[in-house]
């Protein structure tokens, strides 16, 4: 392993760095029925350092033939049925026991996370990590306390059992690589699942030490082999056979709306269970009456976080005529004082993008921006002035974009998925909402207003999944998470997730006469 289980973890993270980049390069494996394998094929794929542009691992490209023989193992492993009758307790003492391993490994954790993805060491270490231990110690709790409905009549009651789906495929997206896989995992073990995961073939490094701690739980006994698989690879390849399997039972994917509609399409006819967590164009509406010293800055943290590669990110800021002109000057002030750079550096505000050809993406918005008549406040570039050792990388100036016709910019209405966003006046309330609710997407809204009434007022108006006030990203992990149009069908988080992952079944005992 590039860095090894066994790393002296007093080491600072520029130390590990780079003993990192002086070791071999990693060579990520599939996990099927407890152990690494390689694809069938022998073929492999480049992973890449987003920050630098340098390969620092290899995954399986796996096929049909590796998917088949992962599907085996869960499926094999669910009909032997050791984990799907283990006990609750059981079953969330496990989940407890992947945390306490995690926990033990997060500063690596954080560090492979950071490097393939180019977000910030911070981030990792204050978000992307401590959620995945949060997940885990989370649905331990949750599936201990979930209860089953029972209802009385005259002579009979019933009551509902929950059993498990079956084999349940997993494929999650490049952003929040852990933090999302964990969310998804976690539920479905906790119900008695066993799992097959996809996760994207871009950043396979968190997902690959999240097997290594599934092995060592399985050598301590307490998790049999073939619950948990993974397999590494391309979506048409790897995903696509993962999805139309037929001892598939459930799929949960968290990604953008095309392939949604691609997994959707596979997955309906065949009659499977399927939640769908996909893309954003998320309005922030920014009222007069807003106290613009909190207001500024959750914009702008809602704006750029993890350099605005979140699906839950403000890219529509929405603010009210009589103080447009002040937010966008201390809006731009702020942006420009984020520090661009070293992803694995803690001063660091912002790290690089996912890759260069989405970075490419990310600058073609920033032409139409230009050609439908916007103007580009800040950034809309890329930085010269970064170190030899990152200047290939797919680094991105925030950029920020004023003048344009929020009802028909493609710009004001596509998602970007990265460090844009473009700030539009409103005159009232009513517009505000109209503005906010014109596009395809629905996923997440965030106000900001000191008026109760409109706290309570707004949110029935805005078509979408959630809708925060005065405050952004704040999550409770016991409420429903998704969104509605084309950010997704279904909603994650508590008892929802223990329900998706699992068949409700009643059973009906008429009293003897």
């Given at each position: 392993?590039?860095?090894?289980?066994?790393?002296?973890?007093?080491?600072?993270?520029?130390?590990?760095?780079?003993?990192?980049?002086?070791?071999?390069?990693?060579?990520?494996?599939?996990?099927?029925?407890?152990?690494?394998?390689?694809?069938?094929?022998?073929?492999?794929?480049?992973?890449?350092?987003?920050?630098?542009?340098?390969?620092?691992?290899?995954?399986?490209?796996?096929?049909?033939?590796?998917?088949?023989?992962?599907?085996?193992?869960?499926?094999?492993?669910?009909?032997?049925?050791?984990?799907?009758?283990?006990?609750?307790?059981?079953?969330?003492?496990?989940?407890?026991?992947?945390?306490?391993?995690?926990?033990?490994?997060?500063?690596?954790?954080?560090?492979?996370?950071?490097?393939?993805?180019?977000?910030?060491?911070?981030?990792?270490?204050?978000?992307?990590?401590?959620?995945?231990?949060?997940?885990?110690?989370?649905?331990?709790?949750?599936?201990?306390?979930?209860?089953?409905?029972?209802?009385?009549?005259?002579?009979?009651?019933?009551?509902?059992?929950?059993?498990?789906?079956?084999?349940?495929?997993?494929?999650?997206?490049?952003?929040?690589?852990?933090?999302?896989?964990?969310?998804?995992?976690?539920?479905?073990?906790?119900?008695?699942?066993?799992?097959?995961?996809?996760?994207?073939?871009?950043?396979?490094?968190?997902?690959?030490?999240?097997?290594?701690?599934?092995?060592?739980?399985?050598?301590?006994?307490?998790?049999?082999?073939?619950?948990?698989?993974?397999?590494?690879?391309?979506?048409?390849?790897?995903?696509?056979?993962?999805?139309?399997?037929?001892?598939?039972?459930?799929?949960?994917?968290?990604?953008?709306?095309?392939?949604?509609?691609?997994?959707?399409?596979?997955?309906?006819?065949?009659?499977?269970?399927?939640?769908?967590?996909?893309?954003?164009?998320?309005?922030?509406?920014?009222?007069?009456?807003?106290?613009?010293?909190?207001?500024?800055?959750?914009?702008?943290?809602?704006?750029?976080?993890?350099?605005?590669?979140?699906?839950?990110?403000?890219?529509?800021?929405?603010?009210?005529?009589?103080?447009?002109?002040?937010?966008?000057?201390?809006?731009v002030e702020s942006v420009k004082k984020m520090e661009i750079g070293n992803p694995q550096d803690d001063r660091t505000a912002m790290?690089?993008?996912?890759?260069?050809?989405?970075?490419?993406?990310v600058q073609s918005y920033v032409d139409v921006a230009r050609e439908e008549g916007g103007q580009v406040l800040c950034g809309g570039?890329?930085?010269?002035?970064?170190?030899?050792?990152?200047?290939?990388?797919?680094?991105?100036?925030?950029?920020?974009?004023?003048?344009?016709?929020?009802?028909?910019?493609?710009?004001?209405?596509?998602?970007?998925?990265?460090?844009?966003?473009?700030?539009?006046?409103?005159?009232?309330?009513?517009?505000?909402?109209?503005?906010?609710?014109?596009?395809?997407?629905?996923?997440?809204?965030?106000?900001?207003?000191?008026?109760?009434?409109?706290?309570?007022?707004?949110?029935?108006?805005?078509?979408?999944?959630?809708?925060?006030?005065?405050?952004?990203?704040?999550?409770?992990?016991?409420?429903?998470?998704?969104?509605?149009?084309?950010?997704?069908?279904?909603?994650?988080?508590?008892?929802?997730?223990?329900?998706?992952?699992?068949?409700?079944?009643?059973?009906?005992?008429?009293?003897?006469?």
């Amino acid at each position: 392993a590039a860095v090894g289980r066994n790393f002296p973890r007093e080491y600072h993270v520029r130390n590990i760095l780079q003993s990192y980049k002086l070791r071999t390069m990693k060579v990520v494996k599939n996990f099927i029925a407890g152990n690494f394998v390689d694809a069938e094929s022998g073929k492999v794929l480049a992973d890449m350092d987003p920050a630098r542009n340098a390969q620092i691992a290899t995954i399986p490209d796996s096929d049909e033939c590796d998917v088949n023989r992962a599907v085996d193992a869960a499926y094999s492993a669910l009909r032997n049925e050791a984990w799907s009758k283990a006990t609750v307790a059981h079953r969330a003492a496990v989940l407890r026991r992947i945390a306490d391993i995690i926990e033990e490994r997060k500063e690596e954790f954080a560090l492979l996370e950071s490097l393939d993805t180019g977000k910030t060491i911070t981030m990792a270490r204050t978000v992307d990590i401590p959620r995945a231990l949060a997940n885990f110690r989370f649905f331990a709790e949750a599936v201990s306390q979930h209860q089953s409905d029972a209802s009385l009549m005259p002579d009979a009651v019933n009551y509902t059992v929950y059993r498990p789906c079956g084999v349940c495929a997993i494929i999650t997206p490049w952003n929040l690589p852990i933090y999302l896989l964990s969310f998804k995992v976690a539920p479905a073990l906790a119900m008695g699942n066993t799992i097959v995961c996809k996760p994207s073939e871009i950043t396979p490094l968190t997902a690959h030490a999240l097997c290594e701690v599934f092995q060592q739980v399985h050598e301590e006994g307490l998790l049999p082999a073939g619950v948990f698989n993974m397999v590494h690879g391309l979506g048409k390849t790897a995903g696509a056979p993962l999805v139309s399997h037929p001892h598939v039972a459930a799929v949960s994917f968290t990604g953008g709306t095309v392939t949604g509609k691609h997994i959707a399409a596979a997955a309906c006819p065949l009659f499977k269970k399927v939640s769908l967590e996909l893309g954003g164009k998320n309005p922030t509406i920014v009222f007069a009456d807003a106290d613009l010293a909190k207001a500024i800055p959750g914009a702008v943290r809602a704006s750029f976080t993890n350099q605005g590669q979140v699906c839950l990110c403000g890219s529509r800021i929405f603010v009210e005529e009589s103080i447009f002109e002040e937010f966008v000057s201390k809006f731009v002030e702020s942006v420009k004082k984020m520090e661009i750079g070293n992803p694995q550096d803690d001063r660091t505000a912002m790290g690089s993008l996912i890759s260069l050809d989405h970075r490419a993406k990310v600058q073609s918005y920033v032409d139409v921006a230009r050609e439908e008549g916007g103007q580009v406040l800040c950034g809309g570039y890329v930085p010269r002035d970064l170190p030899d050792e990152l200047s290939e990388g797919a680094f991105f100036a925030p950029t920020v974009v004023v003048g344009l016709n929020p009802r028909e910019s493609r710009c004001a209405k596509e998602e970007v998925f990265g460090p844009f966003v473009s700030i539009h006046p409103f005159k009232d309330e009513d517009e505000a909402i109209e503005l906010a609710n014109g596009v395809q997407y629905g996923l997440c809204a965030s106000i900001w207003t000191e008026s109760v009434s409109r706290t309570h007022r707004i949110p029935s108006r805005l078509e979408t999944g959630m809708v925060w006030v005065n405050t952004w990203l704040y999550r409770d992990l016991r409420v429903p998470f998704g969104g509605v149009k084309d950010s997704g069908v279904g909603r994650e988080g508590g008892k929802r997730s223990l329900e998706f992952f699992s068949e409700p079944m009643n059973v009906c005992v008429r009293y003897a006469e």
